[in-house]
Structure formats: C-alpha cells, structure tokens
C-alpha cells in the first residue's frame, strides 16, 4: 500500500515580494472611479434640501455666526441678543459688537464655514455647505483607505457606503458644527500614516536586497524624509485645528507607526528593531508629524494673532480666567511690542487664551447640564441622541399633516447613528481585537487603536455635558472593522466555493440591512413630516426622546 504524500505548506513570501507587491493589480483606474461615484452619491444625499430646516440647529448659533464674523473682520467678534432672528431675515451686517467673542475652539471649522457663507450666503444653506463637502470628501477617503488595507476595491466601496449611511455622519454633514471636520482630518491623518507603512516597506525592499547581518540597522538616510508623513503632520495639525480632542489619536497612531516601522525593520533582518527605530524612525517621524502638526496648528489661529490686542484688551480678565484661581494675562499690561517681539507677545496671548480655554472645558463646564447630555460608557450603544430640530404639534390640515384628528404631526432633525452599524460594529470591533492580538492581523489594529483613542478619553469627562455626535471621529473605525470582518467572511479565494457563497450571502444581508435601517430612519434625519404614531415607530426607547 503505498502511503500518501504528505501535502505541501503554503509558501510563505519574503518580506520583498510581499512589500514589492504592497499594490495590488485591481485596475486603478475603476478604484478611483467608483469611490469617486460613491463620494458623488453621497454629496448628493448630504445636499438635497440642505437650507432646511431654516433656522440655527443645535450650536449653529455659535459657528455659524463665529464662521461669518472670521471672515468678515479677521477674528471673531460678539454679536447682539437678537442676531439670530435678524439674519435669518437677511440683515446681516448690524449684528455685530465691536469686542471679541470668546470662543472655546480651534478655527480651522469655522473658517470652512466661512468659506461656504462667502460663497453662498449667510443662510442656512450657506453655512451647512461645507459640512457637505468634507463629509462626502470623508466619505472617498474612507473608501480608499479601506481598499488599500484590504487590497479589494469591493470591500473599499462597501466601507464608504457604509460611512454614508450612518445617521450620525449624515446628519453632521448636513449640520455646521466642528465635529464632522475633526473627523475627516483625523481620517486623512490615519490614511496618511497607513500609507507611510507601506510606502517604508517598499522603500526598504528597493534599498536592501540582502537581510541586514550583525548590528545592521538597514537604510537610515534615504528613509529620513517620508513624504506621507509630512502630508499626515498637515492634516494632524487641521484636525487639532477643528477640535483639540485629535490630539489622543495623533498620539495613539505615533505610536502605532513607530511599531509599524520596526515591524518594517524586523522584516528585513535588523536586531533589536523597536529600540533602533524609536532613533532612526522615530525621531524623524516626531518632527514630520508631530511639530508639523503643531506650526499647522499655531498658523491657523493667524487670524487671532493678528488681533490679539483686541483679545488682551477685553478677554485677558474673564470668567474663565479667574474660575480655577488664574491671573490676568501679562501681556494685558505690557507695552505693545514691534517686529519680531510683538509675534512673540501675540504668542504669549494666545497661551494664555488656551489656558483659559482649557479651564472652561475642565471646570467651568463641570457646573452645566444639558438635556441631550450623556454618558460616553453608552455611546457604542447609542445611549442617548441629540435633538437638534424640531416642529411639533402640526394639527392635521395644516403643512400636509395628514393624521387622525385626535393626533398631530411633527418634523425633527435627531442625531443618531444608524443602529444596524453601531451594534454590530461592537460585534466587530470585539472581533478586531481577538484577531489583532491572536491573529497578529496589523489591520484590525487600526481599527482597535482608533476606537480606543478616540472614544475612551472621553470617559475621564462624563461629569460634564458632552454628546454622542462626538462618536463620529470613532466611526470610520467602527466601519473599517465591519468591512475587515466582511472580508473574512468573504474570504481571499476568488474560486467558487461552499464558504464564500455563505460569506457573500451573509455579508451581504448585513449591508442590505444596514441600507433598509439608514432608509427607515431618514425622515428623523432630514426634518420629514410625520405622523406622531410614525415618528415613535422610529423612537424605539424612551431615552431617545
């Protein structure tokens, strides 16, 4: 009897081939395309009747009116009590008071903001238009992201339709608050860096066609520059820029990179590769990333800077200031400074400005409730959404209503993600982890680090009012983790078979899904009228009221 022959292991490739072929052979042409289809469809979604609901939602009466006043006179001033009604009439120019506002956020928002109502108008429309852009430009890059880790433009697409029909980053896109823009530049910052993780690995596979032997550190000078990272240090310091809660997913993925770069090194044969690219990769990543990120994030506050006596003459000794047992500015009483020593005096104004800042969001908010507030323990869970607009008690025969004459009608705005993408992304993310850590699979770590950095912080404030929009920087996170078990699901052979029938099917019904969910809930997205028994039909617990 002769005994079979044992069958043969998979070839394992070298960390050559594998980084030679860091991109794949789909035709880059029909990627772009269909991300770029993808983007255009959700543009189109995101500005269908944007000018409505005609008035300030939520902290648009804040931005709003920050963003117009930015690029009107270079800073943003104080308006008057009843601006809001006067603007929505059109008055715009009178509204005004002659000292700064003080305002506890970065400006790179506010003056995209501003870009849209000096192309379109102070309306409604105008200031909800920008939002629209970048959240449908979020929507590419997540497309492209996701296709580039997963190497399947299939899966990218799925990633991006999936990003667009979440609740949560629809409605923002169709909303002039901050966070949507924080969260395409926290998105663009980790695209970048993943893209530095592959371009370092075929930039070490074309400078070291040997394994590194004894204490080599493999090629040092002609990896220094690493223009992805630059790229990444601009839009880290944008996203800073938007909000300052960027700064624990900058420093989260820094050090996923430095990792990365020695796993890069360990590839090609170098001993003891995380203490050697903490020096040869680390330190130059630092001043790419990190204190680019930092001057892109100084720059944006020129507007400031240039006014900053406006700001030492009426904001150097406020409330914020004093709360905690602070000082008035220094600079409130100096001499005004020429040249190069009033830059640094401007500087010097604005440090204090942020502790002031800092102060109100650590303290002074500890004092204040919100009826939308909530736990960031729940978010995952959608714990707690925020209304952001709302028309109640519409009789019927008026506006369309056509209910039963013992019920009326309503249209409201709600900010809540799509739960058919939130739940099962706990799911996922549970998934992301056990394969990350057992699997060792690099790419579920991007989704584990970027959940943990950008929705854990939050935790040590919960005695103070925050949201559940702020979750939408997790989202792209929760998404990339749907779709990388999608892939699983799916499998890499393209070969007809038992299991990737059933992969496909199942995956697929999970998008179908997640589509009929987003479609159900639209009408609470987009200020539809509805009947009141309509309207608790999509309220499915009490706390969502």
């Not at 238009?129 to 433009?153: E, K, N, Y």
């Not at 002074?364 to 736990?375: E, G, I, P, V």
């Not at 099917?505 to 009408?523: D, R």
Request: proline share 5%; charged share 15%; net charge neutral.
């Amino acid at each position: 009897m002769t005994t079979p022959a044992p069958t043969a292991r998979r070839a394992i490739p070298s960390a050559w081939v594998r980084a030679r072929a860091a991109v794949d052979f789909e035709d880059p042409v029909v990627g772009w395309a269909s991300a770029i289809a993808v983007m255009l469809f959700s543009f189109f979604l995101r500005v269908w009747h944007l000018g409505s609901p005609h008035e300030f939602e939520f902290d648009e009466t804040y931005y709003a009116k920050d963003a117009w006043s930015l690029a009107h006179f270079g800073y943003v001033r104080d308006y008057q009590p009843n601006a809001n009604a006067q603007i929505l009439d059109g008055h715009t120019m009178d509204q005004w008071k002659d000292g700064p506002s003080m305002i506890v956020h970065p400006e790179v928002g506010k003056w995209l903001i501003a870009m849209g109502e000096k192309a379109f108008g102070m309306d409604p429309f105008g200031w909800r238009i920008a939002a629209a852009v970048v959240g449908s430009l979020m929507i590419l890059v997540m497309c492209r992201l996701a296709r580039r880790i997963t190497g399947s433009t299939a899966l990218g697409l799925v990633a991006g339709l999936l990003l667009s029909f979440d609740g949560l980053q629809f409605v923002l896109s169709r909303l002039a608050l901050l966070d949507i823009f924080v969260a395409f530049f926290v998105l663009c910052g980790v695209a970048c860096l993943v893209n530095d993780r592959f371009w370092l690995r075929a930039r070490i596979a074309r400078l070291q066609p040997e394994p590194v032997t004894g204490g080599g550190w493999g090629p040092v000078r002609r990896v220094l520059f690493r223009p992805w990272l630059l790229l990444g240090g601009i839009t880290w310091g944008l996203a800073l820029g938007s909000k300052w809660e960027a700064a624990y997913p900058l420093a989260a993925f820094g050090v996923l990179t430095w990792l990365w770069s020695a796993g890069a090194r360990r590839s090609f044969g170098v001993r003891w590769p995380v203490l050697k690219a903490a020096v040869v990769d680390g330190i130059p990543a630092f001043v790419q990333v990190v204190m680019v990120a930092l001057v892109v994030y100084v720059a944006s506050w020129t507007g400031w800077l240039i006014h900053a006596q406006e700001y030492e003459t009426h904001l150097s000794a406020t409330q914020y200031t004093h709360y905690a047992g602070g000082k008035d500015w220094p600079t409130r009483d100096q001499k005004d400074a020429s040249g190069f020593g009033e830059v640094v005096q401007s500087l010097d104004s604005l440090a204090h400005y942020h502790r002031d800042v800092y102060m109100f969001h650590t303290h002074f908010l500890n004092d204040s409730t919100h009826t939308y507030a909530s736990k960031p323990s729940g978010w995952l869970l959608l714990n707690r959404p925020v209304g952001v607009a709302a028309d109640v008690d519409i009789k019927p025969g008026t506006q369309g209503c056509h209910a039963s004459p013992d019920s009326d009608c309503l249209r409201q705005v709600l900010l809540i993600g799509t739960p058919a993408i939130w739940w099962a992304g706990i799911l996922a993310l549970l998934y992301a982890v056990a394969t990350w850590v057992g699997g060792r699979d690099w790419r579920f770590g991007i989704a584990v680090v970027g959940t943990a950095s950008t929705w854990l912080p939050w935790l040590q404030y919960d005695d103070r009012p925050i949201f559940l929009f702020y979750e939408v920087v997790t989202l792209p996170f929760v998404v990339l983790a749907l779709t990388l078990a999608m892939g699983k699901m799916i499998g890499t052979s393209t070969q007809p078979s038992p299991r990737r029938t059933a992969g496909v099917i199942a995956a697929g019904s999970y998008f179908v899904i997640a589509l009929i969910n987003f479609a159900w809930f639209w009408p609470i997205f987009t200020n539809q009228l509805l009947t009141h028994s309509e309207w608790l039909d999509r309220i499915w617990f009490q706390r969502w009221v």
